[in-house]
Protein backbone atom coordinates (compact mmCIF):
# COMPACT_ATOMS: atom_id res chain seq x y z
CA UNK A 1 0.00 0.00 0.00
CA UNK A 2 1.81 2.69 -1.51
CA UNK A 3 1.31 5.97 0.84
CA UNK A 4 0.27 9.77 0.63
CA UNK A 5 2.21 10.61 -3.39
CA UNK A 6 2.85 14.53 -4.33
CA UNK A 7 4.01 15.63 -7.22
CA UNK A 8 5.98 17.19 -8.27
CA UNK A 9 8.76 16.96 -5.41
CA UNK A 10 10.19 20.51 -6.12
CA UNK A 11 8.97 22.86 -8.20
CA UNK A 12 10.21 26.41 -9.60
CA UNK A 13 7.97 28.76 -11.15
CA UNK A 14 8.56 32.66 -11.62
CA UNK A 15 6.57 35.57 -10.35
CA UNK A 16 3.43 35.85 -11.79
CA UNK A 17 3.23 31.98 -12.81
CA UNK A 18 0.50 29.29 -11.85
CA UNK A 19 1.54 26.28 -9.50
CA UNK A 20 -0.29 22.84 -9.50
CA UNK A 21 0.57 20.85 -6.88
CA UNK A 22 -0.61 17.37 -6.58
CA UNK A 23 -1.33 14.78 -4.15
CA UNK A 24 -2.66 11.30 -4.40
CA UNK A 25 -4.20 10.21 -0.89
CA UNK A 26 -3.48 6.47 0.60
CA UNK A 27 -5.24 3.60 -1.30
CA UNK A 28 -8.79 3.56 0.67
CA UNK A 29 -8.06 7.21 2.02
CA UNK A 30 -11.19 9.59 0.79
CA UNK A 31 -9.93 12.84 3.47
CA UNK A 32 -6.92 14.59 2.09
CA UNK A 33 -5.81 18.11 4.38
CA UNK A 34 -3.02 20.22 2.63
CA UNK A 35 -0.63 22.25 5.14
CA UNK A 36 2.27 25.23 4.26
CA UNK A 37 5.42 24.93 5.88
CA UNK A 38 7.05 28.38 5.89
CA UNK A 39 10.60 28.89 6.29
CA UNK A 40 11.34 28.87 10.40
CA UNK A 41 7.81 28.31 11.05
CA UNK A 42 5.64 25.30 11.69
CA UNK A 43 3.24 23.76 9.58
CA UNK A 44 -0.43 25.81 8.88
CA UNK A 45 -3.57 24.01 8.33
CA UNK A 46 -4.71 25.33 4.51
CA UNK A 47 -7.94 23.39 3.59
CA UNK A 48 -9.69 19.91 4.72
CA UNK A 49 -11.63 17.72 1.19
CA UNK A 50 -13.45 15.15 0.97
CA UNK A 51 -14.37 13.63 -2.34
CA UNK A 52 -15.79 16.69 -4.56
CA UNK A 53 -15.67 18.71 -1.77
CA UNK A 54 -14.36 21.24 0.41
CA UNK A 55 -14.95 20.30 4.06
CA UNK A 56 -12.64 23.69 5.87
CA UNK A 57 -11.02 26.41 3.96
CA UNK A 58 -10.56 28.59 6.89
CA UNK A 59 -6.72 28.45 6.26
CA UNK A 60 -6.98 29.69 2.45
CA UNK A 61 -5.87 33.07 1.64
CA UNK A 62 -8.66 34.71 0.20
CA UNK A 63 -7.30 35.19 -3.12
CA UNK A 64 -4.79 32.97 -5.82
CA UNK A 65 -5.35 29.75 -3.67
CA UNK A 66 -7.89 26.77 -4.61
CA UNK A 67 -8.18 23.45 -4.03
CA UNK A 68 -10.06 20.71 -5.60
CA UNK A 69 -10.06 16.65 -4.55
CA UNK A 70 -12.18 15.52 -7.80
CA UNK A 71 -14.24 12.29 -8.36
CA UNK A 72 -11.44 10.67 -10.30
CA UNK A 73 -7.98 11.35 -9.43
CA UNK A 74 -5.52 13.25 -7.28
CA UNK A 75 -6.33 16.41 -4.97
CA UNK A 76 -4.86 19.81 -6.59
CA UNK A 77 -3.63 22.94 -4.74
CA UNK A 78 -2.97 25.45 -7.32
CA UNK A 79 -1.58 28.65 -6.83
CA UNK A 80 -2.20 31.86 -9.30
CA UNK A 81 0.19 34.31 -10.10
CA UNK A 82 2.73 33.14 -7.79
CA UNK A 83 4.63 35.23 -5.69
CA UNK A 84 8.13 34.95 -3.29
CA UNK A 85 5.92 34.74 -0.22
CA UNK A 86 4.28 31.55 -1.77
CA UNK A 87 7.97 30.08 -1.45
CA UNK A 88 7.38 26.86 1.18
CA UNK A 89 7.00 23.54 1.83
CA UNK A 90 3.76 22.49 0.94
CA UNK A 91 1.93 19.56 2.79
CA UNK A 92 -0.65 16.96 1.79
CA UNK A 93 -2.20 14.17 4.38
CA UNK A 94 -4.81 11.72 3.84
CA UNK A 95 -6.53 10.06 6.22
CA UNK A 96 -9.37 7.03 5.88
CA UNK A 97 -12.42 8.03 7.63
CA UNK A 98 -13.70 11.30 9.43
CA UNK A 99 -13.82 9.88 13.24
CA UNK A 100 -12.01 10.19 16.09
CA UNK A 101 -8.71 8.51 16.73
CA UNK A 102 -7.99 8.70 13.07
CA UNK A 103 -4.27 9.58 12.52
CA UNK A 104 -3.32 11.97 9.51
CA UNK A 105 -0.72 10.16 7.02
CA UNK A 106 1.37 13.12 5.47
CA UNK A 107 2.92 12.94 1.70
CA UNK A 108 6.78 13.85 1.44
CA UNK A 109 5.63 17.32 0.33
CA UNK A 110 6.19 19.82 -2.49
CA UNK A 111 8.59 22.48 -2.22
CA UNK A 112 7.76 25.63 -4.38
CA UNK A 113 10.23 27.72 -4.77
CA UNK A 114 9.69 31.52 -6.39
CA UNK A 115 12.16 33.19 -8.24
CA UNK B 1 -6.70 32.11 17.80
CA UNK B 2 -5.51 28.43 18.59
CA UNK B 3 -2.30 28.43 19.53
CA UNK B 4 0.41 25.64 20.50
CA UNK B 5 3.44 26.18 21.76
CA UNK B 6 6.42 24.02 22.03
CA UNK B 7 9.68 23.98 24.40
CA UNK B 8 12.54 24.17 24.26
CA UNK B 9 12.74 24.91 20.31
CA UNK B 10 16.07 23.04 20.11
CA UNK B 11 17.81 20.26 22.51
CA UNK B 12 21.29 19.11 21.94
CA UNK B 13 21.86 15.97 24.16
CA UNK B 14 24.41 13.06 23.64
CA UNK B 15 23.60 8.73 22.78
CA UNK B 16 22.10 7.27 25.87
CA UNK B 17 20.53 10.69 27.70
CA UNK B 18 16.72 10.91 28.30
CA UNK B 19 14.91 13.87 27.23
CA UNK B 20 11.25 15.27 27.62
CA UNK B 21 9.64 17.82 25.00
CA UNK B 22 6.79 20.00 25.89
CA UNK B 23 3.54 20.75 24.48
CA UNK B 24 1.20 23.57 25.64
CA UNK B 25 -2.15 24.35 23.75
CA UNK B 26 -4.82 26.46 23.83
CA UNK B 27 -7.51 25.91 21.29
CA UNK B 28 -11.21 26.52 21.42
CA UNK B 29 -12.19 22.70 20.08
CA UNK B 30 -9.82 19.82 21.37
CA UNK B 31 -10.28 16.42 19.68
CA UNK B 32 -6.91 14.75 20.06
CA UNK B 33 -3.09 15.87 20.37
CA UNK B 34 -0.37 13.81 17.79
CA UNK B 35 3.45 13.94 18.00
CA UNK B 36 4.70 13.24 14.61
CA UNK B 37 8.71 12.96 13.66
CA UNK B 38 10.20 14.97 10.64
CA UNK B 39 13.68 14.13 9.06
CA UNK B 40 13.79 16.70 6.44
CA UNK B 41 10.58 14.70 4.22
CA UNK B 42 7.21 13.63 5.18
CA UNK B 43 6.30 13.78 9.36
CA UNK B 44 6.05 10.42 10.65
CA UNK B 45 3.10 9.51 13.22
CA UNK B 46 4.51 8.63 16.88
CA UNK B 47 1.33 8.88 18.80
CA UNK B 48 -2.31 10.13 19.02
CA UNK B 49 -3.42 11.30 22.96
CA UNK B 50 -7.29 11.95 23.32
CA UNK B 51 -7.37 11.25 27.00
CA UNK B 52 -5.61 12.64 30.82
CA UNK B 53 -3.22 10.42 32.28
CA UNK B 54 -2.72 7.24 30.09
CA UNK B 55 0.59 6.71 28.87
CA UNK B 56 1.20 5.45 25.30
CA UNK B 57 4.32 3.80 24.47
CA UNK B 58 6.36 2.99 21.65
CA UNK B 59 9.71 1.21 21.93
CA UNK B 60 11.78 3.52 23.99
CA UNK B 61 9.29 6.66 23.15
CA UNK B 62 6.21 7.81 25.59
CA UNK B 63 3.45 10.29 25.87
CA UNK B 64 1.01 11.35 28.17
CA UNK B 65 -2.10 13.95 27.93
CA UNK B 66 -3.10 16.57 30.86
CA UNK B 67 -6.40 17.88 29.50
CA UNK B 68 -6.53 19.99 32.82
CA UNK B 69 -3.46 21.67 32.58
CA UNK B 70 -3.25 21.97 28.79
CA UNK B 71 -0.50 20.13 28.01
CA UNK B 72 1.29 16.94 26.94
CA UNK B 73 5.06 15.67 26.89
CA UNK B 74 7.00 13.24 24.58
CA UNK B 75 10.05 11.29 26.90
CA UNK B 76 12.61 9.57 24.64
CA UNK B 77 15.17 7.18 26.86
CA UNK B 78 18.94 5.89 25.51
CA UNK B 79 18.77 8.61 22.88
CA UNK B 80 20.26 7.36 19.70
CA UNK B 81 21.40 9.61 16.81
CA UNK B 82 18.89 7.90 14.69
CA UNK B 83 16.45 10.05 16.80
CA UNK B 84 17.74 13.51 15.53
CA UNK B 85 15.00 15.20 14.14
CA UNK B 86 12.41 17.88 14.75
CA UNK B 87 9.71 16.70 16.67
CA UNK B 88 6.09 18.25 15.78
CA UNK B 89 2.94 18.27 18.42
CA UNK B 90 -0.49 18.86 16.98
CA UNK B 91 -3.34 19.66 18.18
CA UNK B 92 -6.76 18.46 16.30
CA UNK B 93 -9.15 21.93 16.22
CA UNK B 94 -11.64 21.14 13.75
CA UNK B 95 -15.38 22.41 15.16
CA UNK B 96 -18.62 20.80 14.65
CA UNK B 97 -18.97 17.19 13.41
CA UNK B 98 -15.21 17.28 11.38
CA UNK B 99 -11.62 15.89 12.82
CA UNK B 100 -8.20 16.54 11.16
CA UNK B 101 -7.53 19.91 10.93
CA UNK B 102 -4.48 20.26 12.85
CA UNK B 103 -2.71 23.14 14.63
CA UNK B 104 0.58 22.59 14.96
CA UNK B 105 3.22 23.68 17.33
CA UNK B 106 7.03 25.30 15.74
CA UNK B 107 8.79 21.94 16.55
CA UNK B 108 11.64 20.96 18.72
CA UNK B 109 14.55 20.71 17.40
CA UNK B 110 16.43 17.68 18.91
CA UNK B 111 20.13 16.67 17.77
CA UNK B 112 21.37 13.68 19.92
CA UNK B 113 25.77 13.61 19.40
CA UNK B 114 27.75 10.09 19.96
Known amino acids: NAGVMQNPRHLVRRRGQEARLRCSPMKGHSHVYWYRQLPEEGLKFMVYLQKENIIDESGMPKERFSAEFPKEGPSILRIQQVVRGDSAAYFC?????????????FGQGTRLTVV | EDKVVQSPLSLVVHEGDTVTLNCSYEVTNFRSLLWYKQEKKAPTFLFML????IEKKSGRLSSILDKKELFSILNITATQTGDSAVYLC??????????????FGQGTILTVHP
Open chain 1, 93 to 105: ASSPWRGQGTEAF
Open chain 2, 90 to 103: AVDTAGGTSYGKLT
Open chain 2, 50 to 53: TSSG
